[in-house]
């Protein structure tokens, strides 16, 4: 369908804007979705719409296509959209992130021309990207879907589940293996949904209302222009598409615990306790402090996403920081929604309080420690790399001397050495989250000397991330004893 001549020029209209003049625009459009209002349901079509004429997918498309081709108007819309709304942030950095991203790097020009201009329009389709399945989670050596070259093209057959937009996305990027290949050659595949592409059951999650879950059934025929060449054709190569997920964990983070800070603070204000407010009471001002700090560490996981990353490129050599930034992110989304829903008590408790949105706040970031990669998998794994680096040095004089961490272990006197000696997989997860909370008070370090930040604040944030290394040393002196059979 051709789009109105006048929809076409205000697409033209939102390439040529400024950064600053463009994300005003989004967070305009962004008022309608706010969390405290906006129905908890499947996101409507035309309320996409309503984002998409903003131009949330820009920031991902190249020039070329209508887009604005930018790595920091990326992290910046998913920032504007998670302060409003979180569900809508992961709806669009799904979209961009996980989907688009991967055809703008990859896809040959044929598709590219295919796909892209589709995105650039102010009435643009969704998209998804489909990995999990059934029997395959984050172990994708167990995947099952499978393609086999025919004339003309792909033949692609299996199931998938758990895909954000499941029922409602029209384009997908598809990874399979090759039928009956030992070797386990594996593709990555642009299909239309129309191309045999089905949903034959719908899940209902706990959270993130807006985005539609669910089982897709795929008995599809793929031209072979629509082949995405990402490299090595293992499974090494799905790294870097995972990464970008995890990379703007850090914006969706900052955005929504700078809402989260905000609306704690101004309910313990005006809640009475006799004479005086929730805030004056002790433990609620810990509370508190504890909801600041970890959007201060979020800003400065964000600053570092925005100004050490590009999303336009290959994101591999970034792995550990990006598993870093994922990790520390997601667990204070949570450590913050669970002191917010407290603080407001029963009304916390309630969906659409006319008070707070703690409930929502609690179920919707609650999945973020499960969802693209578990944090016990992505600990473990940061664990093994740090190891695989420190050239048989023990692991706390290798965060001495690693750049990532080395600033934080210094200025804070951190004592790591409780990470030597042979660890078994359950101190690698462990380890894995101080090597994470380490990167992270080293971040909060860098943002407060490059941004001119309150020293206070930045030291309030490190004294949160030094207790969240004191308890898993607890928790890892209790793993010892109970090896011992204590």
């Known amino acids: 369908m051709t789009e109105p001549a006048d929809a076409v020029a205000s697409v033209a209209v939102l390439a040529s804007l400024s950064t600053e003049e463009f994300i005003a625009g989004v967070e305009a459009a962004a008022v309608r979705f706010d969390a405290a209002t906006y129905p908890q349901r499947e996101l409507p079509a035309e309320d996409w719409v309503g984002l998409t004429g903003a131009g949330v997918l820009l920031p991902v498309l190249p020039v070329e296509y209508g887009g604005r081709d930018s790595h920091v108007e990326m992290c910046r819309v998913v920032e504007v959209l998670a302060e409003r ?51 395959c989670g984050s172990a994708m050596s167990g995947l099952t879907t499978t393609f086999e070259e025919i004339e003309g093209g792909y033949r692609i057959r299996g199931r998938k589940h758990w895909q954000a937009l499941s029922a409602t996305a029209s384009w997908w990027v598809v990874v399979a293996k090759r039928d009956g290949d030992s070797g386990r050659e594996y593709g990555w595949f642009v299909v239309e949904r129309t191309d045999g592409f089905r949903t034959s059951q719908r899940y209902e999650a706990l959270g993130l209302k807006v985005i539609d879950y669910g089982v897709n059934d795929i008995d599809a025929f793929v031209p072979a222009h629509r082949r995405i060449d990402v490299g090595a054709g293992n499974l090494s190569s799905m790294v870097d598409i995972y990464l970008s997920g995890r990379a703007l964990i850090g914006a ?75 990790v520390v992110a997601t667990e204070l989304m949570v450590s913050s929604a669970n002191h917010y829903q407290q603080l407001a008590g029963g009304e916390g408790y309630r969906n659409g309080s006319p008070t707070n949105i703690a409930a929502q706040a609690f179920l919707d970031s609650r999945v973020f420690t499960v969802f693209d990669g578990t944090n016990d998998l992505l600990s473990e794994q940061l664990a093994r790399h740090c190891l695989d680096s420190a050239d048989g040095r023990s692991l706390s004089t290798f965060l001495a001397a690693w750049a990532p961490t080395a600033p934080a272990v210094s200025v804070h006197g951190l ?57 898993v040393r607890v928790e890892f002196g209790l793993l010892w004893r109970l090896g011992a059979g204590t």
């Open 415 to 471: 004592d790591l050495r409780f990470l030597d000696g042979e660890l078994a997989q359950e101190h690698l997860v462990l380890a894995g989250r101080v090597i994470a909370y380490t990167f992270a008070a080293a971040r909060v370090l860098q943002w407060a000397s490059e941004s001119g930040a309150d020293a206070d604040r930045a030291h309030r944030a490190a004294a949160f991330l030094r207790a969240d290394i004191d308890r």
């Open 252 to 326: 969706l983070a900052c955005g929504f615990l700078r809402r989260v800070a905000r609306e704690a603070r101004a309910f313990a204000d005006a809640r009475r306790i006799g004479r005086s407010p929730l805030s004056a009471i002790g433990f609620v001002r810990y509370r508190l402090a504890a909801i600041d700090s970890a959007h201060t560490v979020c800003t400065a996981l964000n600053h570092y996403v925005r100004t050490r990353l590009d999303l336009t490129s290959d994101l591999t050599p970034a792995f550990p920081f990006i598993l870093a930034v994922k």
């Open 85 to 135: 709304n979180l569900a809508v942030a992961v709806y669009t950095a799904i979209v961009t992130g996980l989907a688009l991203r991967p055809v703008v790097l990859w896809a040959g020009e044929e598709a590219k021309r295919e796909v892209l201009p589709l995105f650039a329009g102010p009435v643009a389709p969704t998209a998804g990207f489909a990995s999990t399945e059934p029997g």
